[in-house]
């Protein structure tokens, strides 16, 4: 059996986001029955050259939103990257799995040797066949800020594990 582009795009990237999600709302969680200003994790960092933790969400939506639309040749909706609370972060995630839904899988199958080409940092692009793409670059880059905010939010105390990385909800819900 061959896995699909469509199989390893969309259900990867929906799963990721889901349990990014979750992964807030134990934080929020935690924030409010500790009287921590959630601004305070939202924006805390694990070290002082790296982004803080909305950065790191917003980031992790945009190399969904923004990779399935370069893979799919159909324009990525604009995010004003203004989050700063859990509640905002969560919506946002809610609005990239909203784009997830409407692109149909046709527009990502076949597209394995289909160049690719995308920003790296402010002045320079890359180019990659749409597989190599999709696996060696867009979903790395979820799973590196899905990651680190899950680290940063573990830092901070919240008790959050491995299984509420994997899981989701899903994690919480036997």
Not at 71 to 84: L, M, N, Q, S, W
């Amino acid at each position: 059996m061959q896995i699909s582009m469509s199989a390893t795009a969309l259900g990867t990237s929906r799963h990721v986001l889901a349990s990014l999600d979750h992964i807030l709302a134990l934080g929020a969680a935690h924030a409010a029955a500790r009287k921590i200003d959630p601004l305070v994790l939202t924006g805390d960092r694990l070290a002082p050259d790296m982004f803080p933790l909305r950065r790191q969400v917003q980031i992790a939506c945009d190399a969904v939103k923004n990779g399935l639309a370069r893979i799919a040749g159909v324009e990525a909706p604009k995010f004003a990257d203004d989050e700063t609370s859990f509640d905002e972060l969560r919506a946002r995630i809610r609005k990239t799995l909203a784009f997830v839904d409407t692109i149909p899988a046709g527009r990502l199958d076949g597209t394995e040797d289909r160049e690719i080409v995308f920003p790296v940092g402010r002045d320079a692009t890359r180019s990659m066949p749409g597989l190599d793409y999709l696996t060696r670059w867009m979903l790395p880059n979820l799973f590196f800020h899905v990651t680190t905010a899950y680290n940063i939010l573990r830092h901070d105390g919240v008790e959050v594990g491995k299984a509420d990385y994997l899981l989701g909800a899903a994690a919480r819900a036997g």
